[in-house]
């Protein structure tokens, strides 16, 4: 856990995690945090609930509805998480076309050469 803020009535409440890679994860509009400031989370570990209802604790006075907001950051950087994060549980077809070159080398570092790769056509690298 590297930083907080505790979800209150009115209030927008986030949770900001600090990763040994270098990056920082913040999760808003959170209703409850299941860690105290400074704790080790582990990988899968449960460590906050989301929220952002309209009206509830640690939704902020600007929420559209119920969400999770997620942003991350190199060296105070933002950058694009999805370049980051495990594409293959997506939907290809749904994703837009500088990821679906991300999606084909996801599933093949998880599956190798159990995947058939041929209904993946063409798989775009868009910068």
């Not at 009535?9 to 986030?14: A, I, S």
């Not at 990821?99 to 190798?112: M, P, S």
């Amino acid at each position: 856990m590297y930083y907080l803020n505790t979800p209150v009535q009115g209030g927008y409440g986030y949770i900001a995690l600090k990763h040994p890679e270098g990056y920082v994860t913040v999760y808003g509009h959170v209703s409850e945090i299941l860690v105290g400031k400074y704790d080790f989370v582990k990988a899968g570990q449960l460590f906050a609930r989301s929220g952002g209802a309209i009206g509830t604790p640690g939704a902020g006075p600007m929420t559209s509805g119920p969400h999770l907001h997620f942003e991350m950051f190199e060296n105070r950087n933002p950058v694009d998480p999805l370049r980051h994060l495990d594409l293959s549980s997506l939907e290809y077809k749904k994703l837009d076309l500088k990821y679906r070159f991300k999606f084909v080398e996801d599933l093949k570092a998880i599956y190798g050469g159990q995947v058939n790769l041929a209904k993946f056509k063409s798989a775009f690298i868009i910068q």
